[in-house]
């Protein structure tokens, strides 16, 4: 039975060319693909008797004239008009085997980005995975990997980090997309501050509560490159760029890294002023002293400023307060603040200083 001659040969070989196929391998396809059918159709000759495949029946495919035999220990039993399954199978097999390749030239062309940004569109969601446009195929961004005050409205264009390519249990492959990883913020950094990308200025550290806050630490390998500024930028163009691409909810502190932790700790703590800082290097814990007034600020809403800044640096932070000697002694109960008040009231006098001021390399510059 021939059920295309050497044109077969010739458009197989095209397409595998053209594909990055392997003949060899369609052909094998091909012939467990035509078996298949054959079982299917005639089960009471290709099916053995403990309901297996019969071992002596096989397929034979010509790759130079195309012509596909049913063989059973040796002789042709090819049922008549079965030409017409066989060629339908075997152009479902040809085109499941281009599928494959190009999945996996598209797999290969993002696993060399893999660590790096990509732009995509959302294109739509389910209720744990948002499925992304990047371009030649689609990333999956899990919830795990969303930031919690983002909505993701389909059409949405957003920067990702390429966290990494997972295979699933089913043996495919998808491209993981990241909102929260802390590179994320690195890479945007490496993409706004020359001094950055070419290594002048270090990140040593960057610690994240996504969409809330964020601290990164910084050093310059040259002297009189100030990497704090050169990180916030003229006016702080740069760090509010890299807000902007958070959708501008992420505050971002640039604290310049420092060998003494002392210093590091005090400045890790910013935009609160530190009375005093004890180290207990045998537990790596640090007790922290501040002016009762300061304290709403070094803990931040809901911790997060501490904590952010433990995770910095590294160390266990106990914020100790102590009474203002020129703060006022009583205070009216009608003028009793709340702590997420004060915390704002702070910050409002702390972005007024620095208005008055040149920032130093301990600034916090905030969106």
């Known amino acids: 039975m021939v059920i295309v001659k050497s044109e077969f040969t010739l458009a197989l ?25 054959f079982r299917k159709e005639h089960p009471e000759i290709a099916v053995g008797e403990e309901g297996d495949v019969d071992p002596g029946v096989e397929v034979n495919i010509d790759s130079n004239t195309g012509e596909i035999q049913i063989l059973k220990d040796g002789e ?29 030239t598209v797999i290969a062309h993002y696993q060399d980005q893999v660590g790096t940004l990509v732009r995509g569109r959302v294109i ?8 992304i446009d990047i371009g030649k195929t689609e990333g999956v961004l899990p919830r795990d990997e969303q930031i919690r005050n983002e909505t993701y409205v389909v059409n949405s264009k957003y920067i990702f980090y390429l966290k990494e390519i997972a295979t699933t ?24 501050v020359p001094e950055v990308g070419n290594g002048t200025v270090e ?30 930028g003229q006016k702080g163009v740069r760090v509010q760029t890299v807000t902007d691409e958070l959708n501008g909810h992420e505050k971002i502190d640039i604290i310049q890294w420092n060998s ?14 530190v009375q005093s800082v004890e180290l207990n290097t045998v537990e790596n814990r640090a007790k922290v ?33 102590i009474e203002d000697p020129n703060a006022p002694k009583e205070v009216a109960v009608n003028e009793k603040i709340t702590e997420e008040e004060t915390v704002e009231k702070v910050e409002e006098v702390a972005q007024e200083e620095k208005a008055e001021k040149k920032p130093t390399k301990d600034t916090k510059v905030e969106e």
């Open 76 to 104: 042709d039993i090819t049922p008549p008009g079965f030409g017409r399954i066989a060629a339908q199978t075997a152009r479902q097999v040809i085109v499941q085997k281009i599928r494959e390749a190009e999945k996996k």
């Open 124 to 131: 739509r969601r389910d209720l744990n995975n948002v499925y």
């Open 13 to 37: 070989n095209q397409v595998a060319s053209e594909r990055g196929i392997l003949v060899s391998e369609v052909i094998e396809s091909m012939q467990a693909a035509i078996l298949a059918a």
């Open 169 to 192: 249990i089913a043996g495919y492959s998808r491209i993981i997309l990241s909102r929260v990883h802390p590179n994320l913020i690195v890479e945007l950094f490496k993409r706004e």
């Open 289 to 321: 002293t501040v002016l009762e007034i300061q304290a709403p600020l070094a803990i931040g809403k809901g911790g997060v400023n501490v904590n952010l800044a433990a995770r910095l640096t590294g160390f266990e932070i106990d914020i100790l307060q």
């Open 260 to 273: 003494d932790s002392k210093i590091f700790i005090t400045s890790a703590l910013s935009p609160a002023s």
């Open 203 to 232: 990140i040593k550290n960057v610690v994240r509560e996504p969409g809330e806050r964020a601290k990164i630490a910084v050093s310059s390998s040259q002297s009189g490159v100030d990497p704090v500024g050169a990180c916030v």
